[in-house]
């Protein structure tokens, strides 16, 4: 007991069965080392079908330009920005597991931080397709580069939201990736050094970088971490706020508001944790990891999801009461006439529905344990987050300053719908590619947390617990004499 | 870089390995490396390792960066071509923070990374001898240099009454080189110096 930091009975174990580091080395990477079952062979090629579809719309769109689509113009951002916006939102909650909940101590994010860092980078990769092909001439992308050119140098206007954008999209993917490819580098090692093909030894000897495991490269990889969490805790909470200001810093009514910032980047970990959810669970079934993502992940990311829900809820009363109290007629038209009412006023009380009403039930902590109605929320949830970005852009356009400009139904055309489709194809492939060939839970720091918080851990806490609090320090501290002159960190 | 011979023991528990560290070091015993399948905290203390400095690497590049940042911004905006935007000044440095901030992160974060794969000499094909195959899954492997003087058989039987489960004298190339992980490779060519 001598590695004992007291962990209250209260909380659950975060590993479930009594496992040894080799049962979770094997538990883990056992999937990469057999065949995949029929059901991922499916799941694999109607992503890859769908990924197709995407392709042949984006063609149409490149060949024919946006004319495709059926945006006109008033509603010039339709269904392509509010795609993008809700990819890029749903980015978010990889990289707050990984970073903030790091920085917080949470230890049950060591369960689903990898699977959540991987959704991240597919879904920041699905959100950057949406404004590089909006542009039409995409061939014309790199344009939006501060790079020395022949026209001057003429360069990008630094003071536009949409070249933040820009700079905030790449360095969060830039960051996410160097963020969950380091924390990756050992267990690439893990399953090198178990790898029973010659093929596999390579592949896995050249990703895992020469990784041995070694006391100094551990510390400098703890340093690492640390640092790269502290980074990114403010990079994420920055792109959201910068995806905001698109809407924030123009004169639109409806978009021009200060709320947005805070209110998108709760909206944003929001829908992240919905799809993170959608995620797990299919893969904890599949994987047969029930062990490492146990009920209590499950809840607590529940609980970050009803938390978020109601922020966001908070803050479209706000959004209401404001445009009220600012007694501007265009503000107050196009919330109480347009939005709330009008042609789009279902998409806005199906989105109040999704993001607001349903998620409450997850006060209820029996409904917050149950798998089947998490799953149903998750899409729920993200069905929800979706119209909030339509209703957002939709809602604000149809009718701008110009009545003779005003557009009451816009429908997409199926290449505007197959576009979406296609980055669904995008997202899922990465993802399939990766619940096969990667290890889906962070193997060493499982490991790490193993001794403190799993279930074996908690069976020998509980025998300490009946003791009275004097003989427990003293057993303690008793413990602690034995080791000598070697001082053991606990935390 | 050069063939060394080790002696290395392995433990199952940390909870070994801890006292472990410390009776080899107090018998005078240079401990060569100890690799563990996840950071076992507290190790680095125990064997007398240095703090890492490589959170102030990822300060100064997060410095550059910021640099960079706004002073290529300003001599865009004020000097190299000057446009008028709403008539707003061009010196426009709230509007300028969000790409500041971009650029900090991306350039602490990159330059750290690059920083740690430099100085753990990690890179794609890089190939290392590695001394025990589950020292990256379930064992704790401490690896102890021999000296001219060292006794193999003393410092064996030091390590199980210490409480390694498994003890062995290996050969072996302390470095990195260029190499493949699923075929064994001599590095060394037997030459005959008459």
């Known amino acids: 007991m001598s590695q004992t930091k007291y962990e209250s009975q209260l909380r659950e174990p975060l590993v479930n069965g009594n496992k040894t580091y080799g049962q979770v080395t094997n538990d883990i990477v056992h999937t990469i080392e057999v065949k995949p079952t029929r059901l991922w062979y499916i799941g694999f090629y109607v992503s890859v079908v769908l990924l197709l579809f995407g392709v042949y719309s984006v063609y149409r769109e490149v060949t024919y330009g946006i004319g495709q689509w059926n945006v006109n113009k008033t509603i010039g951002w339709g269904w392509d920005i509010t795609n993008f916006v809700w990819w890029v939102g749903i980015g978010h909650a990889g990289t707050l597991i990984s970073a903030i909940l790091l920085l917080f101590r949470q230890g049950w994010r060591t369960g689903v931080n990898r699977a959540a860092e991987a959704m991240t980078i597919f879904a920041v990769m699905c959100a950057g397709q949406f404004p590089i092909f909006h542009m039409g001439r995409v061939w014309m992308a790199f344009f ?239 069905i929800g987050m979706w119209f909030e970005r339509f209703v957002i852009i939709v809602s604000s356009l149809y009718r701008d300053y110009l009545p003779s400009s005003w557009s009451v139904y816009y429908r997409p055309s199926i290449w505007e719908v197959g576009f979406y489709l296609g980055t669904f194809g995008l997202f899922f492939t990465c993802y399939f590619l990766f619940s096969k060939y990667f290890p889906v839970i962070a193997i060493a720091e499982i490991k790490h947390v193993l001794k403190t918080t799993g279930e074996s851990f908690k069976n020998d806490m509980s025998a300490l617990e009946q003791k009275g609090a004097d003989s427990f320090y003293e057993e303690m501290h008793h413990d602690h004499h034995e080791e000598g002159s070697v001082k053991v960190a606990h935390h | 870089m050069a063939l060394k011979k080790f002696v290395v023991g392995c433990f199952e528990d940390e909870k070994v390995l801890f006292p472990a560290v410390a009776k080899v070091r107090k018998a005078g015993y240079k401990i060569h490396d100890v690799y563990t399948p996840f950071p076992v905290h507290g190790l680095d203390q125990a064997m007398g390792l240095r703090e890492t400095s490589l959170h102030t690497a990822g300060f100064l590049f997060g410095l550059i960066g910021t640099t960079t940042a706004v002073t290529f911004m300003t001599w865009v905006f004020t000097k190299d071509w000057p446009v008028n935007i709403g008539g707003k000044p061009n010196f426009a440095l709230p509007a300028w923070i969000p790409i500041t901030f971009e650029l900090t992160v991306l350039c602490a974060a990159v330059g750290m990374v690059l920083s740690f794969l430099y100085i753990c000499q990690l890179a794609p094909f890089v190939k290392r001898h590695h001394f025990h195959a589950r020292a990256t899954d379930d064992r704790f492997v401490m690896v102890i240099e021999c000296g001219e003087k060292t006794n193999e058989s003393e410092l064996s039987s030091f390590m199980n009454s210490v409480g390694a489960i498994e003890v062995n004298t290996q050969v072996a190339e302390e470095g990195w080189w260029i190499g493949r992980y699923d075929q064994d490779q001599e590095l060394y060519k037997q030459t005959n110096i008459a």
């Open chain 1, 144 to 382: 939006t580069l501060p790079y020395p050119n022949t026209r001057g140098p003429l360069w990008p206007n630094f003071n536009s939201p949409l070249l933040w954008d820009v700079f905030a999209i790449s360095t969060y993917f830039t960051v996410s990736l160097l963020f969950w490819y380091s924390g990756l580098l050992p267990d690439m090692a893990t399953i090198r050094d178990r790898a029973k093909t010659k093929l596999r030894k390579h592949l896995y000897g050249i990703a895992s970088f020469g990784w041995s495991g070694s006391t100094k490269h551990w510390q400098r990889h703890e340093s690492l971490s640390l640092v790269l969490a502290g980074l990114s805790t403010p990079l994420v909470l920055s792109v959201h706020t910068i995806v905001s200001f698109d809407f924030a810093t123009s004169v639109v009514p409806g978009w021009h508001t200060t709320i947005f910032p805070p209110y998108f980047v709760a909206g944003a970990i929001f829908s992240g944790f919905a799809m993170v959810q959608t995620l797990m669970l299919i893969t904890r079934k599949v994987m047969n990891l029930q062990d490492y993502i146990t009920l209590g992940h499950i809840e607590a990311m529940n609980k970050v999801i009803v938390l978020t829900g109601s922020i966001v809820g908070c803050a479209y009363l706000t959004e209401l009461f404001m445009a009220w109290y600012s007694m501007v007629p265009f503000e107050q038209d196009i919330f109480f006439k347009y939005r709330i009412a009008g042609p789009y006023g279902w998409s806005y009380w199906l989105m109040m529905t999704c993001n607001v009403i349903s998620p409450q039930l997850f006060w209820f902590r029996k409904l917050r344990r149950n798998v089947t109605f998490t799953f149903i929320m998750s899409i729920v949830v993200n």
